[in-house]
């Protein structure tokens, strides 16, 4: 599961990265068709706002949370005996796990509710917005399946943080 979960994650982490590629092509051919030709393109706002940034933002949660990309705050965990890094540890993990998995099941509804009408945004083009939708629910619920694995590996005994500095066990 875990080996499945790494590269699914990573796969989606290479989506969200040719989104940013393509999002960085469209606003800068749409700048060019603006002032080069008085003709932006149509619905640029709508597409960079609906598919671009949620694919970027949602779809690499889990492929940070296996690198230990995300932002720490070790103000008192440098201070704790091994026993207190490894209760952090736990807890830190099991708390990003119930987040994710809560953000994720609640936007869920949204998303079938925007698939059942079709949901569009109507700007200067529409734009079929729906799919999109379904974007949030994919990149939370794996990386809360990702930290249930962590959580997992710390039980056991077995998880190893990247840090060579750092000593959870």
Do not use: Q
Not at 47 to 69: C, D, N, Q, R, T
Not at 105 to 110: A, I, V
């Amino acid at each position: 599961m875990a080996r499945f979960t790494r590269y699914v994650s990573h796969f989606l982490a290479i989506v969200a990265a040719a989104a940013l590629g393509l999002m960085m092509l469209h606003v800068t051919a749409d700048v060019v068709g603006k002032y080069a030709f008085n003709h932006p393109i149509p619905g640029t706002a709508e597409v960079v706002a609906s598919y671009y940034m949620v694919a970027a933002v949602f779809l690499p949660l889990a492929w940070v949370e296996i690198k230990e990309g995300s932002i720490l705050v070790e103000i008192l965990y440098d201070l704790l005996p091994a026993l207190g890094r490894r209760i952090a540890l736990f807890l830190a993990t099991a708390l990003s796990a119930l987040f994710y998995g809560g953000l994720a099941w609640l936007s869920w509804g949204p998303a079938v509710t925007a698939w059942r009408i079709g949901e569009v945004v109507e700007g200067t083009w529409r734009v079929v917005i729906w799919p999109t939708k379904f974007l949030l629910p994919i990149g939370l619920a794996l990386a809360c399946v990702v930290m249930v694995l962590r959580l997992a590996e710390i039980l056991r005994g077995t998880y190893t943080t990247t840090d060579p500095t750092s000593d959870p066990a």
